[in-house]
């Protein structure tokens, strides 16, 4: 177990702790919940010498705590008051040991994707931030290091969190479009690790300036007022000057994010590069918010949205677009699909070439839930691919880490 120092100083009296207190061994000191009432009884723990924290059991208390707040704001039957006085146990230590555990964490370590969601979500979320650069470049490097050892997850993981919630949509929808256009970049496009680089850390950033915004729309009944639809049309040059206020000096990046919603349809050879980031950017951005639900609508198929993806807006084929599908496929991985055989599977691997990937198959031809997937080749005549089969439709409990498992 990896453990995370904490401060002496930033230990409450007469609050429940949010989660335990070790020693260096890792042996438990005080657990979750224990109240110091006395400052002698610290002078006792600090016998021990250093206290540590584990990142995990931080990273679960910070995740509980952010679902009640999206509860809450959910409920329609809760007041703002009622939200205002949530309390969080131990503020103090509860800041300090997130910053720790961010600093300490295990870069070998499997990625948790709930965790992901949480941490793109507060550094989008707060992009004047002192440690807003440090969050960007942990961010950066876990999406890289697992689209390098494996891709296939990562597609999986991004595409059923964009269908299946609306909770940290702005953040989870970050991380896809990043996923893609890396994707494409590196496998189809050949472009350069500098180029790349840019590109990453402009899907990352391209809507700090409408984060907020972006995860009310998703939950709003109404069309976007007037006012909102300034605050969207102006969000790339608030995310820029956020940028600015950050010391980013990189031009690319920075004018990729200016263009992402301007880029013009058309081959991207002759272009500057932060115009080609910008036209990648802009057709991964429109897929991924079409696979997303909103209050008003349900997701789209994957199939259906790489359709759209595929053409531009003058129905030609787009070429920024046609390298996004080739790189993930038109049945992509976290994706739902019927089959000849009269059973429905996810996509769980990519395959051969777009149309043929491999699926793990959830209810069976009589149309039962499976009590374990069973793998199916669509490169086989009796598994071949009939149809998307939209997330909605899906009537079995679908498990991520159950099913990640079988990418």
């Known amino acids: 177990m990896k453990l995370a120092p904490v401060s002496f100083s930033n230990i409450p009296l007469g609050r429940p702790l949010p989660f335990g207190l070790h020693n260096a061994d890792g042996t438990l000191l005080a657990s979750r919940g224990y109240v110091f009432t006395e400052r002698e009884a610290l002078d006792t723990l600090a016998a021990h010498g250093t206290l540590f924290v584990d990142p995990q059991e931080v990273r679960q208390y910070r995740r509980a705590m952010e679902a009640q707040m999206h509860a809450m704001v959910n409920n329609n039957n809760t007041t703002l008051g009622q939200i205002a006085d949530t309390q969080i146990m131990a503020p103090e230590l509860m800041a300090a040991a997130t910053k720790t555990a961010e600093e300490y964490s295990d870069p070998d370590a499997p990625i948790d994707w709930l965790d992901m969601q949480s941490r793109a979500n507060a550094m989008m979320r707060d992009p004047r931030s002192q440690r807003f650069m440090f969050r960007l470049d942990k961010l950066q490097r876990d999406l890289s290091r697992m689209l390098r050892s494996n891709p296939d997850t990562v ?3 991004l595409i059923h969190l964009t269908a299946s919630e609306t909770r940290f949509y702005s953040a ?9 256009c890396s994707l494409a970049a590196r496998d189809v496009l050949n472009w350069s690790p500098e180029l790349e680089t840019a590109m990453v850390r402009a899907c990352l950033t391209m809507n700090i300036g409408m984060t907020e915004l972006q995860d009310q729309l998703t939950l709003q009944h109404d069309p976007p007022t007037q006012e909102q639809r300034a605050l969207i049309e102006s969000h790339p040059e608030r ?5 600015r206020d950050r010391g980013v000096q990189d031009d690319v990046w920075l004018e990729a994010i200016r263009l ?14 932060a115009e080609q980031i910008a036209r990648l950017i802009h057709r991964a951005d429109g897929f991924a ?5 909103r209050a008003t609508r349900p997701p789209m198929a994957p199939s259906a949205a790489m359709h759209a ?3 531009d807006e003058r129905k030609k084929v787009d070429e920024a677009g046609a390298s996004l599908i080739k790189a993930v496929g038109i049945y992509p991985p ?9 059973e429905v599977a996810t996509v769980v691997r990519r395959g051969a070439n777009t149309l043929t990937p491999r699926v793990a198959v959830l209810v069976n031809r009589e149309g039962m839930p499976m009590l374990e997937p069973a793998i199916r080749d669509t490169r086989v005549s009796d598994h071949r691919i009939l149809s998307s089969v ?8 679908t498990d991520l880490v159950r099913l990640l498992a079988l990418t």
């Open 309 to 311: 993806t595929y053409f």
């Open 239 to 243: 995310s820029v000057s956020l940028l």
């Open 390 to 397: 939209n997330y909605r439709d899906i009537r079995v409990r």
């Open 155 to 157: 597609l999986f993981a």
């Open 172 to 180: 989870t929808h970050a991380m896809l479009v990043c996923a893609m």
């Open 334 to 342: 976290g994706s739902f699909v019927k089959l000849a055989s009269n």
């Open 260 to 273: 992402h919603h301007d880029a013009m349809a058309g081959p991207l050879g002759g272009r500057s590069p």
């Open 289 to 293: 918010a079409r696979l997303s639900p």
